[in-house]
């Protein structure tokens, strides 16, 4: 099972921009699709976004659609998602998962929002 480790988040003020990154143990990451979820305070997971094995296709949740931007390093085993107008709805402990609900996910890292 591959094993992920996100990083990259923190406070930011409304507006500003993130880079999140999530770290893969396994090289058979670059031959499967990947996903960003979310959990913001008392709410369930929320899909944010997804890729392709090959990178060359993206798919995001209306709410960030135009405003981040998924990638994947294939070489490097590494899953990105970059953060930009960010809003206070956005606060959420981000995972990066191996399938759209959440399954195969890691630790997590925490996104705030705030003024």
């Known amino acids: 099972q591959v094993q992920l480790v996100e990083s990259g988040g923190g406070l930011v003020q409304p507006g500003g921009s993130l880079r999140l990154s999530c770290a893969a143990s396994?090289?058979?990451?670059?031959?499967?699709?990947m996903y960003w979820v979310r959990q913001a305070p008392g709410k369930g997971l929320e899909w944010v976004s997804s890729?392709?094995?090959?990178?060359?296709?993206?798919y995001y949740a209306d709410s960030v659609k135009g405003r981040f931007t998924i990638s994947r390093d294939r070489a490097k085993n590494t899953l990105y998602l970059q953060m930009n107008s960010l809003k206070p709805e956005d606060t959420a402990l981000y995972y990066c998962?191996?399938?759209?609900?959440?399954?195969?996910r890691g630790q997590g890292t925490q996104v705030t929002v705030s003024s």
């Open positions: 998962a191996t399938t759209m609900n959440g399954a195969g």
């Open positions: 890729i392709s094995p090959s990178g060359g296709n993206t």
């Open positions: 396994e090289f058979t990451f670059r031959y499967i699709s």
